[in-house]
């Protein structure tokens, strides 16, 4: 079974710096895609960014950008030029090629000060 | 595209009522999820259907829970008798086969009291 671990419960920002959520995960499959979720306290899950496994260039959307470290099993997303729309919990979470399910962390909350 | 369509949005209900949620997944999706989120136990999936058909029902709790999908437009979820600790939030996802990311409606909260 897959597991997906993020560190981090709680994390901080000073709007426009930029900031950095850790996610690691445990798997024996070969391709799977990796994802960040956004839950803003509107509690509206927002798809950030994925990753396939296949890739060795790391997404990039706009602002959001991964470092995938496929044999350390690290998935961590950078938020850049923090703004105060960023406050929300993000969720890391992983799929199996072929898979339907979805395997969630338990979440980082991240609060961007102004 | 208006996304994943959900309602009500806020429900509020008293022990022992019948309760159904509602979905309505994004047009062209084959798949469909329903989940739970709670403080405790984080998200939970419920149920999946694919082309309108039940997969996995391992996660519905109890047979309290009931879902449906008649048709690739429309999915509910009710719960028959309801219970305190059913409060929640109820997500309804969809996806495409391939990419694999799923898209989340707005979530219906659940209070029964």
């Known amino acids: 079974a897959q597991t997906v671990t993020q560190s981090q419960p709680e994390m901080s920002v000073q709007e426009a710096e930029t900031v950095t959520l850790s996610c690691t995960y445990d798997?024996?499959?070969?391709?799977?895609?990796l994802f960040w979720y956004k839950q803003p306290p509107s509690r509206q899950m927002i798809l950030v960014i994925r990753?396939?496994?296949?890739?060795?260039q790391n997404a990039t959307e706009n602002r959001f950008s991964v470092n995938f470290q496929k044999a350390a099993k690290s998935f961590s997303l950078k938020i850049s030029d923090s703004q105060l729309g960023d406050t929300a919990m993000y969720f890391c979470?992983?799929?199996?090629?072929?898979?339907?399910?979805?395997?969630f962390g338990k979440g980082t909350k991240l609060s961007v000060i102004p | 595209d208006a996304g994943v369509i959900q309602s009500p949005r806020h429900e509020v209900t008293e022990m022992g009522q019948e309760v159904t949620l509602r979905c309505k997944p994004i047009?062209?999706?084959?798949?469909l999820f329903w989940y739970r989120q709670t403080m405790m136990r984080g998200l939970e999936l419920l149920i999946y259907?694919?082309?309108?058909?039940?997969?996995?029902d391992s996660g519905m709790p109890e047979d309290r829970f009931s879902a449906k999908m008649p048709n690739a437009s429309f999915s509910t979820l009710k719960i028959q008798p309801s219970e305190p600790r059913d409060s929640a939030v109820y997500f309804c996802?969809?996806?495409?086969?391939?990419?694999?990311?799923?898209?989340f409606g707005p979530g219906t909260r659940l209070t029964v009291l």
């Open positions: 996802a969809s996806r495409h086969f391939n990419p694999p990311e799923q898209f």
């Open positions: 798997t024996s499959e070969n391709n799977y895609y």
């Open positions: 990753q396939e496994a296949y890739k060795q």
């Open positions: 979470a992983f799929s199996g090629a072929g898979s339907y399910q979805l395997t």
């Open positions: 047009s062209g999706h084959n798949s």
């Open positions: 259907f694919n082309n309108n058909v039940p997969i996995d």
